[in-house]
């Protein structure tokens, strides 16, 4: 039997309403803020990734699915939005169209990770991307929407994680000290965290090893390094969040795992999931437009996990309702039977939801079965009601059947209400 890939899951009928339901809540919820969707290929070329994620990220140095293909081209199945976005930003001038561009997606992401609870290897994110805004409302408008969204959704043990990681400035400063203090510990450090201390030491502040994360309890702070600019971005971005009622904390060695951020970064997390708790992250990256060839334009945005969201809802259950089908259509002969199709068409167009049997199975079963589905209504054909154009119509709650004739259908339909 050939299964699934390692880290990759159906999402079966059962579970497929679940999806359905977020996403149109999403789109709804978009709307109210004015953002405009945007969708991106399945796969772009690698460079799109190494250049923008950062070649010392893990997701570029060990995750990414990539292949060569019959044509020679590196390519890579997108591993995050963000680059893709910028991409597309860029390709299609929409920075010329309008001052400022609000983007929500909603997609398949691939990484090659170790597959555990909440963590897979295709899994699915929504976020948004603003461009053209360097002000904080834009920071505090894109926090708001993630954290307000889970909080739509019946979300309430969120906790915010907030840090500014400066500008190219405060960050040049601070790679140094931050070299300088970890210099003692280097043959401590992992290889992995040995090679990013020369080429890209804030990377190092992401470490996922224990060891590694008690080595830097003391290291230099960031937010000392800030520039006067960076400190009173950051300060705006608090007091709008403190406006907008959203509660946060610092902390001041979260750099997220994108080399992209410059100043606010952040994580959504909830007490509702484990281990891996992170329901979304996001931040600013004003110079990636520019890195990946496009015109200066600052930008702002987060990724949330679609799988995570549906961990932390399974474990607060919320008003999520399967719509059964509304009306089987039981033929008991096989006269009638290819007549049953035509009655479904006609009422399916009228706008019900209508069934029928493919089995051939009898009236018995049939009504065990509508009765199982919570089907409103069955309709019932023999062959003297084929004769006469009449049916019978078979109320599943009540239990009462009717004759109605086949012209009056709809309208009897109609009038049950259902
Ligand atoms: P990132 O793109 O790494 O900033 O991740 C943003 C969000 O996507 C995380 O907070 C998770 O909710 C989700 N996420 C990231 N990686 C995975 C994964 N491998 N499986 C499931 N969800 C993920």
């Not at 997606?105 to 991307?129: A, C, N």
């Not at 035509?342 to 509508?370: C, M, P, W, Y």
């Amino acid at each position: 039997m050939i299964r699934s890939v390692k880290g990759t899951h159906d999402i079966l009928p059962d579970q497929t309403w679940r999806w359905r339901k977020i996403e149109s809540s999403l789109h709804g919820f978009m709307q109210k803020y004015g953002y405009q969707e945007i969708r991106t290929p399945a796969f772009e070329k690698t460079e799109l990734f190494s250049r923008g994620i950062g070649e010392e990220t893990d997701i570029v140095s060990k995750e990414m699915y990539s292949w060569t293909d019959q044509g020679g081209e590196k390519l890579t199945l997108k591993p995050e939005l963000t680059a893709p976005v910028v991409r597309s930003f860029i390709q299609h001038n929409l920075g010329s169209q309008s001052s400022t561009n609000r983007l929500y997606y909603m997609d398949t992401l691939f990484r090659r990770e170790r597959p555990q609870k909440g963590r897979t290897r295709q899994f699915h994110q929504f976020g948004v991307e603003v461009f053209g805004s360097e002000h904080p409302e834009a920071d505090a408008e894109v926090i708001a929407i993630s954290y307000n969204f889970f909080k739509t959704l019946g979300i309430d043990n969120l906790t915010l994680t907030l840090n500014s990681i400066g500008s190219d400035d405060c960050r040049n400063n601070y790679r140094n000290e931050l070299r300088n203090y970890l210099k003692p510990f280097l043959s401590d450090l992992t290889e992995t965290s040995q090679n990013r201390f020369q080429n890209n030491p804030l990377r190092i502040l992401d470490t996922k090893i224990e060891h590694e994360k008690e080595i830097l309890k003391n290291a230099p702070e960031i937010g000392n390094f800030l520039t006067v600019d960076d400190k009173s971005h950051f300060e705006e971005v608090k007091s709008l969040l403190n406006g907008l009622s959203i509660p946060f904390s610092i902390q001041s060695q979260m750099v997220r795992g994108l080399d992209y951020y410059t100043r606010t970064t952040y994580e959504i997390s909830s007490t509702a999931l484990g281990a891996q708790d992170a329901l979304c992250g996001g931040g600013r990256y004003d110079k990636l437009v520019e890195t990946l060839g496009g015109k200066p334009t600052p930008a702002v945005g987060f990724a949330a996990g679609i799988e995570r969201l549906l961990l932390a809802l399974e474990l607060k259950p919320t008003e999520f309702n399967f719509e059964s089908i509304q009306i089987y259509i039981i033929g008991l002969t096989e006269k009638v039977r290819s007549n049953c199709q035509v009655i479904a068409q006609d009422l399916r167009n009228q706008g019900f939801s209508v069934s029928t049997d493919l089995l051939r199975r009898s009236l018995k079963s049939l009504l065990r079965e509508a009765n199982r589905n919570s089907v409103k209504v069955a309709i019932i054909i023999g062959d003297d009601e084929l004769a006469n154009d009449i049916v019978q119509v078979k109320d599943m709650e009540t239990g009462e059947q009717t004759t109605v004739s086949k012209n009056k259908l709809t309208e009897h339909l109609t009038d049950l209400d259902f």
